[in-house]
């Protein structure tokens, strides 16, 4: 019977030392994440300039660029490992929001310029 709990003990430790190897690699993931989607922030500040035309074949490039930036912080927030609200704190929110109004940041931009 001992046994039998050691082992399931075991198996439970090694688990729960999977988990948490697996939840700080999705942490080190959002990190990486963060440091693009504040890049992406950048150049969307850049295209966005009233004194720029935002062409389409610009916002064409961009959503291309991070397309795969979208579906790590999309991945990220359907995982349950890592909460919501700490991708939050990262300003991977903020990045989906902007990501999702890309082209009428780019029909409100060309409306200044003109």
């Given at each position: 019977?001992?046994?039998i709990v050691l082992i399931a003990l075991a198996v439970i430790a090694i688990m729960a030392l999977l988990v948490l190897r697996q939840h700080l690699r999705l942490?080190?993931?959002?990190i990486r994440c963060a440091k693009e989607a504040r890049r992406?922030?950048?150049?969307?500040?850049?295209?966005?300039?009233?004194?720029?035309?935002?062409?389409?074949?610009?916002?064409?490039?961009?959503?291309?660029?991070f397309a795969p930036l979208l579906d790590d912080v999309n991945d990220l927030y359907d995982n349950f490992l890592v909460p919501n609200e700490?991708?939050?704190?990262?300003?991977?929110?903020?990045?989906?929001?902007?990501?999702?109004?890309?082209?009428?940041?780019?029909?409100?931009?060309?409306?200044?310029h003109k």
């Open positions: 019977m001992t046994k942490k080190a993931k959002a992406f922030h950048e150049k969307l500040q850049k295209l966005s300039d009233p004194a720029h035309l935002f062409s389409d074949e610009e916002l064409h490039l961009l959503k291309k660029e700490y991708l939050d704190r990262l300003g991977l929110k903020d990045f989906m929001d902007e990501r999702k109004l890309l082209n009428h940041v780019q029909y409100q931009n060309n409306q200044r």
